[in-house]
């Protein structure tokens, strides 16, 4: 039999306290919500009204529950208000001292029995139990932000938490319908130790101004699901907790470089820019606490503008390629009323891209996505050749070859010999440099890298690699056609993994070596990203799907560019590729997938 907790207090009202305590009034379960002054308990229960509110306006809750669910909850100043409460969770700023403080006055308050339980999000969890006389009784308690909505809870045992204890806190969870992955006290848990590298990371590349706050954002939603970018997650964390988790993290976690808080981040918490409950973080908001977005003088011009600029009008659109990539982009183009070219190494390979993009348009017609009509006319516009002098004359060129930087470079040497002057010259590639490509020609400032991600028809981003000698024309040129191809263009500079790769493969690679550490499973790793933080797929799956050898790849391309030694593969992730174990198109990678 587990213990069952009638009566629960919440220490801190702030961006994570509030919900909390809505997550427990919510259940049925009375609250005693703690604050250190009127203003912050104010601050509080304005925002447990508004989120209540707000989910009866959408119809979530009826206006009776509201109601019920606020007088369960009694608002106090001073811990002294706990005494009689069976489990208080302390969600105050992330300082070590602060909350020793705190544990120590509450194991004085409260009820000998009483569990005391910590939301840090990277502090030691045992060193805050010793600051009481029952650490035994002392757990973790990680709620996620926003903590009504995220599924996830991390139960966070010390060496000395009792087993009853732990077994309460998961019967609590169930309770509450969350799901609970209980491990032990490592600094940033699962989760945070998997997302905050990658935060920092992003903001660095922000800081560095290689890509601008929408498009970075932009390019994690589109490119990987995410539910938000990483900009607007810091803003939503706030940038001083996520300061002190960074800071935090990189103390305890090994002096890993990635976790040294980006100076930015300092900058903008001493300049009062905390994010979403300041009202101006990395985007600036309506009011203090408001999640609506304002435009501010960083927000970029509106598309029209950037349309204007399109100064080389695209009318012609030639296709080199016949794999996967280019049979998408092919499509892409042509049902967007472009003219195209396709251009293969021989009349065989062209008509079998052929039967490939009429089966995929075909499929749209099926599903009802496209007119017969409409197919007929995006197939008409297509011309089919063998013979790279049919580019002659087209507008842009689009290049979607085998990844090998010689036969590339071949490519656009000879492209630069046959096209028109002023032809915007792009490649696909997503793991070379495009200034290598660039050199090639004599006019590196027509060249720029158009990243389509797979499959080109249906993933609306496209990273746009502009080097250092491509032209604004050029890269407006390749917004614009973007723009037109219904896509999300965003544009960042020519480094490897461009946006989406360089902060997506290090967090897979982090993964991989939680689990070969031991911390946890393969299926707990998963849960907590995608109950967490709302990933789609966890990293595991995600790896599974991509394939073990070009995760691999790509990564070791990240460690030898960037010289980092924190990008530097898991070793498990080699063994795995060594022993064949590649993911579900091997059949097994992380999984066995012929068992399912
Ligand atoms: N922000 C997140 O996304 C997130 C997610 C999970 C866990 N956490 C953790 O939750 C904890 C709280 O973080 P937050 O982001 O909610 O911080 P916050 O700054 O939004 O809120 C902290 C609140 O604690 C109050 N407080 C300070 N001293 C107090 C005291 N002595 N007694 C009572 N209240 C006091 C403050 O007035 C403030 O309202 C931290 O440990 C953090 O690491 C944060």
């Not at 969350?178 to 032990?184: E, L, N, Q």
């Not at 503008?305 to 982009?329: P, Q, Y």
């Not at 028109?420 to 495009?434: D, F, I, Y």
């Not at 795995?576 to 992380?590: C, D, E, I």
Request: aromatic share 6%; proline share 4%; hydrophobic share 45%.
């Amino acid at each position: 039999m587990t213990r069952e907790f009638a009566s629960v207090g919440v220490v801190g009202l702030g961006t994570m306290g509030a919900g909390i305590v809505e997550v427990f009034a919510r259940n049925g379960i009375d609250v005693v919500a703690v604050e250190v002054t009127e203003a912050a308990l104010e601050r509080g229960r304005a925002t447990l009204t508004g989120s209540t509110d707000r989910a009866v306006a959408k119809g979530k809750l009826a206006a009776a529950d509201r109601d019920a669910l606020l007088a369960r909850v009694n608002w106090q100043v001073g811990l002294a208000a706990l005494h009689s409460v069976d489990l208080v969770i302390e969600a105050v700023p992330e300082h070590l001292d602060l909350k020793q403080q705190i544990f120590a006055e509450l194991d004085r308050v409260c009820k000998p029995e009483t569990v005391l339980a910590t939301n840090t999000s990277s502090l030691s969890v045992t060193e805050i139990s010793v600051a009481t006389t029952r650490p035994n009784q002392v757990i973790g308690i990680h709620f996620f932000n926003p903590a009504p909505i995220m599924k996830l809870v991390e139960i966070v045992r010390t060496v000395v938490t009792s087993a009853e204890v732990v077994a309460d806190v998961e019967a609590l969870c169930a309770r509450l319908g969350k799901v609970d992955v209980t491990i032990s006290d490592r600094a940033g848990f699962i989760a945070n130790a998997l997302l905050f590298g990658y935060l920092n990371h992003a903001v660095s590349l922000v800081e560095a101004r290689y890509a601008s706050r929408e498009d970075i954002d932009a390019a994690m939603k589109l490119g990987c699901g995410l539910p938000m970018g990483p900009l607007a997650l810091m803003d939503l964390i706030g940038l001083d907790t996520a300061y002190e988790i960074l800071d935090t993290m990189y103390r305890r976690g090994g002096r890993d470089r990635r976790h040294a808080p980006v100076p930015l981040i300092k900058q903008m918490v001493t300049a009062g820019l905390l994010g979403r409950k300041s009202g101006r973080g990395f985007y600036t908001y309506e009011r203090p606490g408001s999640p609506v977005v304002v435009p501010d003088d960083q927000t970029p011009v509106s598309e029209e503008s950037t349309l204007e600029a399109r100064a080389r009008g695209i009318a012609k659109v030639g296709v080199v390629g016949s794999g996967t990539m280019a049979t998408g982009i092919i499509e892409v183009f042509a049902k967007a009323g472009y003219e195209v070219v396709s251009v293969t190494r021989g009349a065989e390979k062209s008509a079998k891209l052929f039967e490939a993009v009429k089966t995929s348009l075909n499929k749209g017609v099926v599903r009802g996505k496209l007119g017969e009509a409409d197919r007929d006319a995006a197939l008409g516009r297509i011309t089919w050749s063998a013979t790279l002098e049919h580019l002659a004359d087209v507008d842009l060129v689009v290049e979607a070859v085998i990844e090998e930087l010689s036969v590339k470079k071949a490519l656009f040497a000879s492209l630069d010999e046959i096209c028109k002057p002023g032809v915007v010259l792009a490649t696909t590639t997503s793991s070379l440099p495009v200034i290598d490509v660039a050199m090639a020609t004599q006019r590196p400032a027509d060249v720029v890298g158009l990243h389509f991600f797979n499959p080109a028809p249906v993933m609306s981003l496209v990273e746009i690699v502009q080097t250092i000698r491509t032209s604004t024309e050029t890269t407006a040129t390749a917004k614009a056609v973007c723009g037109e191809l219904g896509k999300t263009g965003v544009v960042c500079g020519d480094r490897s993994g461009f946006i989406v790769n360089a902060l997506l493969f290090p967090y897979l690679n982090d993964a991989v070596k939680m689990l070969e550490a031991s911390y946890s499973t393969a299926d707990d790793i998963d849960h907590a990203m995608k109950l967490g933080c709302g990933y789609p797929m966890g990293p595991f799956e995600l790896l599974d799907v991509v394939g073990l050898d070009v995760s691999l790849a790509i990564q070791r391309e990240l460690y030898l560019e960037l010289r980092e030694p924190g990008f530097a593969p898991a070793p498990l992730l080699e063994h795995l590729v060594t022993a064949g174990y590649l993911g579900r198109k091997a059949g097994r990678g992380f999984r066995d997938h012929t068992r399912r």
